[in-house]
């Protein structure tokens, strides 16, 4: 069996590992972090020379190796600030230290093409594993057995790890269809789209409409744009005139907005205030981050004290990367964040960047950046990044290993 076969087949157990295998309900959770924390010290010890090379040349490897650097470094002071054991912290780290997965990837350096069947088998094993689990509302089968299963959005809402490569998988076809202008790629975009709508997570469902209609839209004739968006327009009124998921959530937004007018502050932006500018102590936490929380330490039931109070670090991802990674994390994903928008990519790769471009907008409301165990973001913008630093070609301090 050739190396790239064995990658990709590693990337995929990998990957399944970190989202705990849709979380099979009846299967100890405890199992199945020690499956994956098992997966990630394979991946690591096959990954760790990738981390000293210095990188000319390259756009996404140095500041990947900041963030992780920054993930590493606040397991210290959130020993000597907050009183955590290392150990704790350590184990409340792990979900986060699934970027490792970049390095891997940067350390084989497998082709594109291999990494798209990737994408493909765990776009379609998700929406396999999600439809079931739709099927059988409201028993779980699949996702977290501690959150209620509601259909208070017009239908049954509930998690199943795993949806970002479903978001991926999409802006995929996207890509496809501006590069092959082929009409059965916009037939596949429309039922991921459809998939993604189930969903009813308004945050997902709007940003994914916005970053594939501006890449559908920039670079057409004017009056197609103008028909295009004609269309569109009538869609969407029919949409939430007639589709009880689109009224529901429209008449969330209503009465969140209702409440802000009435002088009731949206609790993330209380949030962000909090997580921004009260929660880090000192200047060492403020450059260094307090590190992960974990509910068995005092640091961690402060946490969930806030949570309970309504206060979420996973709803205003920006101020979570701060609170926990510091400056030197958030500046490491703002960076990021800067190059994927001036990169220039061939249409056929163009996913990888609507991926993240989707990713920056959805963090600013959700913890989308640091989230693997819940949607799997973090090994989707690892596959993401590795593509485009694939496409930017200019890699040439990473040993290429191709058989």
């Known amino acids: ?65 900041w963030l992780l650097f920054a993930m590493l470094f606040s ?102 269809y501006i590069d092959q202008k082929k009409t059965k790629w916009i037939v596949f975009s429309a039922l991921l789209f459809l998939t993604i709508i189930l969903h009813v997570t308004r945050q997902y469902i709007f940003w994914a409409f916005v970053v594939s209609f501006f890449f559908l839209t920039v670079n057409m004739k004017l009056w197609k744009r103008i028909v295009f968006i004609v269309f569109v327009a009538a869609l969407l009124v029919y949409a939430f005139q007639n589709v009880p998921i689109f009224q529901r959530l429209s008449q969330l937004t209503e009465k969140q907005y209702a409440r802000s007018q009435n ?39 402060l946490v969930t004290n806030l949570k309970d109070k309504g206060l979420y670090m996973s709803d205003v991802g920006y101020a979570q990367i701060y609170a926990l990674f510091g400056i030197i994390g958030l500046a490491s994903f703002i960076g990021i964040c800067y190059r994927v928008l001036r990169q220039k990519v061939p249409d056929k790769y163009l996913y990888a960047k609507m991926y993240i471009i989707y990713a920056m907008f959805s963090t600013f409301l959700t913890g989308y950046f640091l989230n693997v165990d819940v949607n799997g973001a973090i090994l989707a913008i690892s596959v993401a990044l590795y593509i485009l630093e694939r496409v930017n070609g200019q890699s040439r301090t990473v040993r290429i290993i191709t058989e």
């Open 1 to 65: 069996m050739r190396i790239r076969h064995i990658v990709i087949i590693f990337s995929l157990l990998f990957c399944w590992a970190a989202l705990y295998f849709y979380a099979p309900v009846g299967v100890d959770i405890s199992t199945l972090r020690v499956i994956y924390s098992i997966l990630l010290t394979i991946t690591t010890l096959l990954s760790w020379q990738t981390l000293f090379y210095k990188g000319h040349n390259t756009l996404y490897y140095n500041p990947m190796r």
């Open 75 to 176: 397991i210290i002071p959130a020993a000597v600030t907050w009183g955590q054991p290392v150990s704790l912290t350590l184990r409340a780290t792990l979900p986060f230290l699934a970027y490792i997965y970049f390095f891997f990837l940067y350390r084989y350096q497998p082709e594109i093409k291999d990494l798209e069947k990737v994408i493909w088998v765990l776009c379609i094993v998700y929406i396999c594993v999600y439809l079931y689990s739709l099927y059988m509302a409201p028993t779980f089968v699949f996702g977290d057995v501690g959150k209620d299963i509601n259909d208070n959005r017009g239908f049954f809402r509930f998690s199943v790890p795993g949806p970002a490569f479903l978001h991926l998988g999409f802006f995929l076809t996207i890509a496809k």
């Open 263 to 301: 002088h009731r502050e949206d609790v993330r932006v209380t949030s962000y205030r909090l997580f921004l500018f009260q929660f880090s102590p000192d200047v060492f936490t403020t450059v260094f981050g307090n590190g992960a929380p974990h509910v068995d330490s005092s640091y961690g039931r």
